[in-house]
């Protein structure tokens, strides 16, 4: 009967030891990251524009930037969300989209302004 108590408690706690390294060492990334291209109707990125990204349905989570060379803009969140996006230009009107945000993933989006 103490043999069979000893090994159901060693047994328990080899369990619990491989779960604990387990979960260290499989930590995973939680930010969240979008990358927003600015491009134009013919495909040429647009330098300059403002990309403002906004929680949808409040304002737990917004950032706003401004596009580089290449037409992008990267933003980094804590939480997993659907953000709107708005794009503002002064040579554009006005364009909208909507982007969802993984934990531990980069999402690319591309908005066309007319």
């Keep these: 009967m103490k043999k069979v ?3 159901s408690t060693a047994l328990f706690a080899m369990i619990l030891m491989a779960m604990s390294l387990l979960q260290t060492s499989c930590a995973k990334e939680t ?11 013919v495909g040429t990125p647009i330098v300059g524009a403002t990309v403002k990204l906004n929680y949808q349905g409040g304002g737990l989570q917004s950032d706003q ?4 060379a290449s037409g992008r803009a990267s ?11 708005t794009v503002t230009h002064p040579q554009h009107p006005t ?3 909507i ?6 993933k980069t999402v690319n989006k591309t908005i066309t302004m007319p």
């Design 75 to 85: 933003f980094t969140f804590k939480y997993e969300a659907v953000l709107d996006i």
């Design 5 to 7: 108590l000893l090994g």
């Design 99 to 104: 982007i969802k945000l993984e934990a531990g």
């Design 95 to 97: 364009t909208t989209g």
């Design 65 to 68: 930037q401004t596009t580089d």
């Design 31 to 41: 930010d969240c990251s979008a990358v927003v291209t600015v491009l134009d109707t």
